[in-house]
C-alpha cells in the first residue's frame, strides 16, 4: 500500500515539473535590456530568429530614447511562442548593431555592448 501512495506521488510530482517546464517556455520571454554600448539608442526592434523582417517596431515607443546605462524592461504576450529572438538597435547617428539567436525563454537581463557583443544573465 505505501509502495502504490509512493507511485503515485512521484508521478504526481513528475507531472507538475512537466508542466511547469511547458508552461515556461510558452511564453516567459520577458526581460531587461540593457544599453552598455556607451551610445544613446533611438530604436529598438525585435523578431523571431531568422525571420525576413523586424515584427516589433520601435520598443522604445515614441519620442523616446535609451541612454548609455539605461534599461527598459521589455514584455511579451502569449501569442510570442517564440523561443529564440533576435534583437536591432539604431543609434542616434543612424548606426545599427545586431544580436542574434537570443534564448528569451532562459534570458532575464541582456546587457547589449558595441559590435554585436552581449553579457546574459540567465535562469
Known amino acids: 500500500m505505501k509502495l502504490a501512495k509512493l507511485f503515485k506521488t512521484m508521478l504526481l510530482t513528475a507531472f507538475m515539473v512537466a508542466a511547469l517546464a511547458g508552461t515556461a517556455l510558452a511564453g516567459s520571454q520577458d526581460f531587461d535590456l540593457e544599453n552598455g554600448t556607451g551610445r544613446t539608442i533611438t530604436y529598438v526592434y525585435l523578431s523571431p530568429a531568422h525571420a525576413s523582417d523586424w515584427i ?57 555592448r558595441p559590435g554585436g557583443t552581449v553579457s546574459i544573465e540567465s535562469a
Open 56 to 112: 516589433y517596431q520601435d520598443e522604445l515607443g515614441p519620442n523616446k530614447v535609451l541612454r548609455p546605462g539605461e534599461s527598459i524592461f521589455l514584455t511579451f504576450s502569449p501569442r510570442d511562442n517564440v523561443q529564440f529572438w533576435d534583437i536591432k538597435v539604431v543609434y542616434e547617428n543612424g548606426g545599427e548593431d545586431y544580436w542574434y539567436d537570443l534564448d528569451l525563454t532562459r534570458i532575464f537581463n541582456i546587457t547589449i
